[in-house]
């Protein structure tokens, strides 16, 4: 079965001099074609499948804004809206959805949601981070009611996925694993050890000190990701990947290359 994936750029959703923008995609766009993947049709998201996730007033109060009070600053990460937002919000769900899907049908074995806005760190109750809605944790959702009854989150973007652990505290069905940058001041402020106590074993955070590089995120692969699989036994396993530890991202200095990258993603 062949490797498939969505594509959803969200050429729009844009505001001056902010690090999460459009051109992040550009260079990756010319080189899709010679990837031996399969490109999907993305639909976006019903507002029923992100309820599943977020408050529902949550979800009316960001269409709101982003129809009449655009463009503007939502929070201070800062995470920006602009007109085309909330169906931006939408598509970039349904991206991840429709890769979801796909394997759920057994019509491949991995895929691979290329899409923006980001998500990692909205929370059931409220978008931040640049994040609008919790793609990934909308995917594990969907996942759940399908039958999946062991599904596995590991994310190692620069930042705590903390939108993610919220969204699955409580539910023993997921495991979640965020490995990230952690110093005082870096945002969210969030994914310390012991931050989950009563999910010990099905949350785990790996705070990284700043210049980490490879060799560190070799050994969370091999002694921390390995035996986290292991012991929990997923039947489905989401990774939410940030490229913000590489070492050329203007905010982190985490030092990931991009064979340390390559690593992970063969890990």
């Not at 694993?177 to 955070?205: C, D, W």
């Not at 060799?215 to 039947?235: G, L």
């Amino acid at each position: 079965m062949p490797t498939v994936y969505t594509y959803v750029p969200s050429p729009n959703h844009v505001y001056p001099d902010h690090p999460e923008r459009p051109g992040r995609f550009d260079v990756l766009k010319r080189r899709l074609d010679s990837f031996p993947a399969k490109l999907m049709e993305t639909t976006p998201a019903t507002q029923e499948e992100v309820t599943r996730v977020h408050n529902s007033k949550l979800v009316a109060a960001l269409e709101r804004v982003c129809r009449e009070d655009t463009p503007g600053i939502i929070d201070y990460a800062p995470t920006y809206v602009t007109q085309s937002s909330f169906d931006d919000a939408l598509l970039a769900a349904g991206g991840v959805l429709a890769c979801t899907n796909a394997v759920l049908r057994g019509e491949a074995n991995n895929a691979f949601a290329i899409v923006r806005p980001p998500g990692h760190h909205a929370e059931p109750n409220r978008a931040m981070g640049f994040c609008l809605f919790n793609n990934v944790a909308i995917g594990a959702r969907v996942a759940l009611e399908h039958g999946m009854e062991r599904v596995m989150i590991i994310d190692y973007d620069a930042h705590h996925g903390n939108g993610t652990q919220a969204a699955f505290l409580n539910e023993e069905r997921v495991a979640f694993l965020s490995a990230h940058q952690f110093q005082p001041g870096f945002y969210p402020g969030t994914g310390a050890m012991n931050e989950a106590p009563h999910a010990k074993k099905r949350i785990v955070n790996v705070p990284l000190p700043a210049r980490a590089g490879d060799t560190v995120y070799e050994h969370v692969a091999d002694r921390i990701f390995k035996p986290f699989v292991e012991s929990f036994k997923p039947q489905m396993i989401f990774i939410s990947v940030g490229f913000d530890a590489h070492w050329n991202d203007p905010i982190t200095t985490l030092g990931l290359s991009s064979a340390g990258y390559f690593m992970l993603a063969e890990k």
